[in-house]
């Protein structure tokens, strides 16, 4: 074997394990499983060192050469603490095992130190047998802790443990037994072991161990691809240095234009290969960010979230819940599962609500993990009660997961989540992504309530507006009658008088009634499946009652127009104003008029198919005199009017109706030529909605 490579992979484990004791260090010195595992790394990083060294400068160092050897006999013995620590194994047989080695170890050494292991292999021998067996003692020491666990969770991180280090102590072990001579693949395996038990040592969830693994898997295939396509455009040519470079420099090149493309692929297929679940997760959570993002009614929020989680099939409780007008508690808007608290006091559940505060997801299983150590190392006065008050809100609201709505440090609501299939349900990437939800979830809260703040806006600023005019309009009859009844004060009755009184009156009364059902918060519509065309003929027959042989009617109705689900009243009142104003239009002009009521069928984008939305148009056509620009942008204000004794309130009203009905009304006027007014409502297509016009031009 190549020594150089022995050098270097020694080179490089001396590197990293150095990195890993000074990381878990930095992390906390004052830990005493963080000073064992950097004490193992540190004999292991003397022992790579003074390994190199040794190979390098050969048999001419017997010096450096027995340094290396004890610094072997060394390395059973920091191992052992560290798992012995790891574990917490106090007992009496853990403890005598390792003063059964420490004793070895002292013996071998003397032996080293003497030079007897040069004068005879026994020695060599004994060394090499005492490493093994103390290695696989300190992984006996995790199988006894192993057996008396309960935990599931915690059986899974030391099962992981047990068959990774096996792994890795046997093929470290391998290396150094004569003929094999592969050193490069116990130093490499080693240095993934520590890397895993650094791992483990910090991330007490199984489910982030399991990421961990599954990434591990995803980068050693990509890097194998990467190796392999080197090696196939390579490895033929390193005889003849001229075609090496040439090879290596167009290796290069390949994999610089291969690589993004290709660790994209790798990853995509490695990752739904191994975290199916995750990604299809994530692809929820995405959805329900982006249609939480489009609410501004927060009523909405919690039928949103808690109708895409369940979707996703992650969830089988969970319950949103909003802070109360007052601040005093929190109530649950909506929930899955079975019933969870539906009050949360502020006062009583103060502990678990800081928590919420301060953190972005509060974990059941976390909890429960730190309630434990507390037990065991001690806690200040008030911290378990504590800790105990938080538990039981977590249990009184069927919560594993707590994710709170956090605005300017306020706690705007919270959702709780639990699948109750599983123990540890949600990893730390997942965590991360349901904390991006809750966030989206603040801010349409924050929209929300800026929203009511400008629609309360504009509401007063549109009652001001509305009691200007209504002002207006009742001051006009008023004024009328007043001067109506001063002539009649003292003198005989009039009955131009006594008629200008009664019309002043109707006419207040209808502004007042007109005013009233605009005013009238939105009544909701009676909706039932609508005849357009039938509903569009009744209303023209009251027309042509009102308004006799002036001017003309003429109907265009689509032969089959689909029925809508509409209010038919609520539509005769809108044909109804449409139509009248419509005539009076062509009655100021002077001249009798054509009135053309026109239905018609527009597909909506993708209508051909079954259940989707179509548009039904109702077009009431005049000749009139037409609407100029300034007046028609003001035409649905309400008591906008441009009529001598007309109200204004006829089309905002219509306009407000046909609103309520999910349709809209549009407005198109050529000056001297006339205007239409058109009612737009949504229909549902069936297979089939053949579209067919009756022949133009029928007179009514």
């Not at 520590?194 to 995803?218: N, P």
């Not at 993004?260 to 299809?280: A, D, G, K, Q, S």
């Not at 929020?301 to 802070?323: F, G, K, M, P, Q």
């Not at 009304?665 to 067919?692: D, K, W």
Request: proline content about 4%; aromatic content about 8%.
């Amino acid at each position: 074997m190549d020594l150089w490579i022995r050098i270097q992979s020694a080179l490089l484990a001396a590197v990293i394990s150095s990195a890993l004791a000074v990381t878990i260090l930095l992390r906390n010195r004052r830990n005493r499983l963080y000073q064992l595992y950097a004490t193992f790394n540190l004999n292991l990083v003397a022992w790579y060192i003074s390994d190199a060294l040794s190979v390098y400068l050969g048999a001419s160092t017997p010096f450096l050469d027995k340094v290396r050897v004890l610094v072997a006999i060394m390395i059973p013995l920091s191992a052992l603490r560290f798992f012995r620590a790891f574990v917490s194994d106090k007992s009496l047989l853990s403890d005598r095992m390792y003063r059964l080695f420490v004793a070895m170890a002292v013996v071998l050494a003397v032996l080293v130190v003497a030079d007897v292991h040069r004068e005879t292999e026994l020695v060599d021998r004994a060394i090499y047998g005492y490493i093994c067996i103390a290695l696989y003692v300190s992984l006996y020491f995790i199988y006894r802790r192993f057996k008396r666990l309960e935990s599931k969770v915690e059986r899974t991180r030391l099962q992981y443990l047990m068959v990774s280090g096996a792994v890795a102590f046997t093929l470290a072990l391998l290396d150094y037994l004569p003929g094999i001579g592969y050193y490069f693949f116990g130093n490499i395996l080693t240095i993934l072991f520590l890397y895993f038990v650094f791992q483990i040592i910090l991330k007490l969830r199984v489910l982030d161990l399991y990421e961990f693994l599954g990434r591990a898997i995803v980068m050693a295939t990509f890097s194998f691809v990467v190796a392999g396509i080197y090696v196939t455009l390579v490895v033929w040519w390193r005889k003849e240095i001229d075609l090496f470079v040439f090879n290596t420099l167009i290796a290069s090149i390949v994999l610089y234009i291969l690589y993004e493309p290709m660790r994209v692929f790798v990853e995509e297929r490695m990752n739904h290969l191994l975290f199916r679940e995750r990604y299809e997760f994530e692809a929820h959570l995405e959805a329900l960010r982006r249609q939480m993002s489009t609410l501004i009614n927060v009523e909405d929020l919690a039928d949103t979230i808690l109708r895409r989680l369940e979707t996703s099939r992650r969830v089988t409780h969970a319950a949103v819940y909003l802070l109360e007008e007052y601040g005093l508690a929190y109530s649950a808007q909506a929930y899955m599962g079975p019933l969870p608290l539906r009050r949360l006091d502020r006062v009583t559940h103060h502990p678990f609500l800081r928590r919420l505060r301060d953190q972005a997801a509060v974990v059941l299983e976390n909890l429960e993990r730190e309630r434990k150590q507390l037990e065991e190392h001690g806690a200040p006065p008030g911290a378990v009660e504590e800790l105990d008050n938080v538990l039981a809100t977590m249990t009184a609201l069927h919560s594993g997961v707590a994710l709170p709505f956090i605005a300017d440090g306020h706690v705007l609501g919270f959702l709780t989540i639990k699948d109750d299939r599983l123990r540890e349900a949600y990893s730390s990437e997942e965590l991360r992504l349901l904390a991006g939800v809750a966030a989206q979830a603040t801010l349409a809260i924050e929209n929300s309530r800026l929203f009511d703040k400008v629609r309360d806006r504009d509401r007063l600023a549109a009652l001001g507006e509305m009691s200007a005019g209504l002002a207006h309009e009742i001051r006009n009859p008023l004024g009328a009658i007043k001067g109506a009844a001063q002539l009649l004060e003292g003198g005989e009755p009039d009955p131009e008088m006594l008629r200008i009184i009664v019309d002043e009156t109707n006419r207040l009364n209808t502004v007042v009634s007109e005013f009233l059902d605009y005013a009238r918060p939105n009544r909701k519509p009676n909706l039932v499946e609508t005849d357009v065309n039938r509903v569009v003929e009744l209303t023209l027959d009251v027309v042509r009652a009102d308004n006799p042989g002036r001017h003309e009617i003429q109907t265009r109705l689509m032969n089959v127009l689909p029925k809508v689900q509409s209010d038919p009243e609520q539509l005769r009142h809108v044909f109804l104003n449409l139509a009248q104003n419509a005539m009076q239009a062509m009655t100021a002009t002077a001249q009798s008029g054509t009135l053309t009521v026109t239905t018609r069928l527009v597909e909506s984008r993708g209508a051909a198919l079954e259940g989707e939305t179509a548009l039904i148009r109702i077009e009431f056509a005049d000749v009139g005199a037409g609407i100029p620009d300034e007046v028609r942008k003001n035409l649905f204000i309400p008591f906008f009017t441009t009529k001598q004794r007309g109200t204004g309130l006829g089309l905002a009203l219509s306009l407000r109706l046909v609103r309520n009905l999910g349709g809209n009304i549009e407005v198109v006027s050529r000056p001297g030529q006339g205007s239409t007014f058109t009612v737009v409502l949504p229909a549902r297509l069936s297979p089939v909605s053949p579209l067919v016009l009756a022949p133009t031009g029928n007179p009514s």
